[in-house]
């Protein structure tokens, strides 16, 4: 017996409703570093800076900063000049231990999350290179451990974590670099998310509801 499903046609915006397409929920607020700031140092002219005021991020005062792709002759070297993972014009750079970046989130309700984002390692090897340890705090539980190298391309990250309804701190820092290098290691960071995980049993009542509402034509064959 052969059994064909026809689905009939079903709007993108139910399917976003149900959790059954992905989506970057506006969780963080310019995750991709394009609202103008103020402040902060600019030792290389003003295509970098320094520990700027950000409306959303607060940034440490030294080793974490802004920078916008494309601008040769600046430290923090990209590995596609002009060319950022999600079209933007501006990147994050963490540069040695300490140096961080966070922003408060709110969480609508408790269950699992998803965190997104894009890493690269400084386009440079040693004196001054691309290998940085970094870890992603959601308050004090970590979500994520990793390293970049020196010359990584833009890499795409995604981790899972529970949290509970309510406003937390989302933190990148940078923790670690390698055994005999300089302590000037440096990671660039964009396009950060935070999305909900629906539950299993959520996206199958979703379905089922979908499919009853879109018109579902089953036909049998022996």
Do not use: C
């Not at 989506?23 to 963080?28: M, R």
């Not at 409306?55 to 030294?62: A, D, K, M, R, V």
């Not at 990148?172 to 440096?186: I, M, N």
């Not at 299993?200 to 979703?206: E, L, P, Q, Y």
């Amino acid at each position: 017996m052969k059994i064909n499903v026809l689905v009939r046609s079903v709007s993108a915006g139910a399917l976003f409703a149900f959790g059954l397409v992905s989506t970057q929920a506006a969780i963080v607020t310019d995750g991709s570093f394009e609202v103008p700031t103020t402040g902060g140092r600019y030792p290389y002219g003003n295509s970098l800076v320094y520990g700027p005021i950000h409306p959303n991020w607060s940034f440490s005062s030294s080793g974490a900063g802004l920078q916008r792709t494309g601008d040769g002759g600046t430290v923090f070297n990209e590995p596609t000049p002009g060319t950022l993972p999600d079209g933007s014009t501006h990147f994050v750079f963490l540069q040695m231990v300490g140096a961080t970046i966070s922003q408060l989130v709110d969480l609508p309700a408790e269950g699992t999350y998803r965190l997104t984002y894009w890493i690269a390692g400084r386009n440079s090897g040693d004196p001054s290179g691309g290998s940085l340890t970094y870890k992603v705090f959601l308050d004090a539980g970590l979500i994520a451990e990793d390293s970049t190298v020196d010359h990584q391309a833009w890499t795409l990250k995604s981790y899972e974590f529970a949290a509970t309804a309510g406003t937390h701190t989302l933190k990148f820092e940078g923790v670690g670099t390698p055994p005999g290098r300089l302590a000037d290691q440096s990671a660039l960071l964009d396009a950060v998310g935070i999305s909900a995980v629906p539950e299993s049993s959520t996206w199958v009542a979703g379905l089922a509801t979908l499919l009853g509402a879109a018109g579902v034509v089953i036909r049998r064959k022996t």
